[in-house]
């Protein structure tokens, strides 16, 4: 099955990415027609935090509850899939890459690592795992990376991409990479914003 974007990873990075994506179908010609895939393999640091200071989101939130919600609103985005699967191997063939995972293979234009910072364990030619010395904690890693991007087309986002560990820090830097790849397909900076009626 062939994606525009296929973003691994379904934790804050990943959902900051996905859901910005999925929202500009709606609102621009240029992306009326465009389909996300996100693959997990469920193993989310919100699986194991409580939420007390990320600004406007219910405080004290368990993030497995919070991980719940993340998924409801992804449903209003129709154009955006969320299949829990492990990726194992990304390959560049020609223009397109192709992700294998343990239960399919799909292939996509543009690929977007969201895979925290625990480890990177997906087979995949020029990614360069280095240790994460922006985390106070030992054995932590990221994807070396300039604004985001490894390769063309294949983007890092959230703790991968070594920002602060942080929620806010890691659905934002999501975001920017959904703002970058729009702005790339419109060849104009975009960003989708809605007013109130
Ligand atoms: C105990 C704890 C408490 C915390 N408390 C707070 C807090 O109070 N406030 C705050 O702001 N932040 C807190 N955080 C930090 C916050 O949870 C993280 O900053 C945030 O979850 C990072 O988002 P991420 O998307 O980069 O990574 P993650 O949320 O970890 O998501 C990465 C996703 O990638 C998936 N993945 C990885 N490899 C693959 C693969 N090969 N195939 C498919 N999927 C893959 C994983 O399964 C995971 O779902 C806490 C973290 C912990 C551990």
């Given at each position: 099955?062939?994606?525009?974007?296929?973003?691994?990873?379904?934790?804050?990075?990943?959902?900051?990415?996905?859901?910005?994506?999925?929202?500009?179908?709606?609102?621009?010609?240029?992306?009326?027609?465009?389909?996300?895939?996100?693959?997990?393999?469920?193993?989310?640091?919100?699986?194991?935090?409580?939420?007390?200071?990320?600004?406007?989101?219910?405080?004290?939130?368990?993030?497995?509850?919070?991980?719940?919600?993340?998924?409801?609103?992804?449903?209003?985005?129709?154009?955006?899939?969320?299949?829990?699967?492990?990726?194992?191997?990304?390959?560049?063939?020609?223009?397109?890459?192709?992700?294998?995972?343990?239960?399919?293979?799909?292939?996509?234009?543009?690929?977007?690592?969201?895979?925290?910072?625990?480890?990177?364990?997906?087979?995949?030619?020029?990614?360069?795992?280095?240790?994460?010395?922006?985390?106070?904690?030992?054995?932590?890693?990221?994807?070396?990376?300039?604004?985001?991007?490894i390769l063309?087309?294949?983007?890092?986002?959230?703790?991968?991409?070594?920002?602060?560990?942080m929620f806010?820090?890691?659905?934002?830097?999501?975001?920017?990479?959904?703002?970058?790849?729009?702005?790339?397909?419109?060849?104009?900076?975009?960003?989708?914003?809605?007013?109130?009626?």
């Amino acid at each position: 099955m062939k994606y525009d974007v296929v973003i691994i990873g379904a934790g804050a990075a990943g959902f900051g990415c996905a859901l910005h994506l999925g929202s500009a179908n709606a609102k621009f010609d240029f992306a009326k027609d465009k389909k996300y895939l996100m693959l997990d393999d469920n193993k989310s640091d919100l699986n194991v935090g409580r939420y007390f200071n990320v600004a406007g989101i219910e405080s004290g939130i368990n993030g497995v509850d919070l991980l719940v919600k993340l998924k409801n609103q992804l449903k209003n985005f129709p154009s955006v899939e969320l299949k829990v699967e492990k990726a194992i191997k990304i390959e560049k063939v020609g223009d397109e890459f192709i992700i294998n995972s343990e239960n399919g293979s799909y292939s996509a234009n543009i690929v977007v690592l969201a895979t925290g910072l625990h480890k990177f364990d997906i087979e995949c030619n020029g990614v360069k795992v280095l240790d994460n010395s922006f985390v106070p904690k030992p054995n932590l890693i990221y994807l070396e990376n300039k604004n985001n991007l490894i390769l063309p087309n294949l983007y890092v986002a959230g703790l991968a991409s070594g920002v602060p560990t942080m929620f806010a820090c890691a659905s934002g830097d999501g975001t920017k990479v959904a703002c970058d790849i729009l702005s790339n397909w419109a060849g104009k900076i975009v960003v989708v914003h809605d007013v109130k009626a």
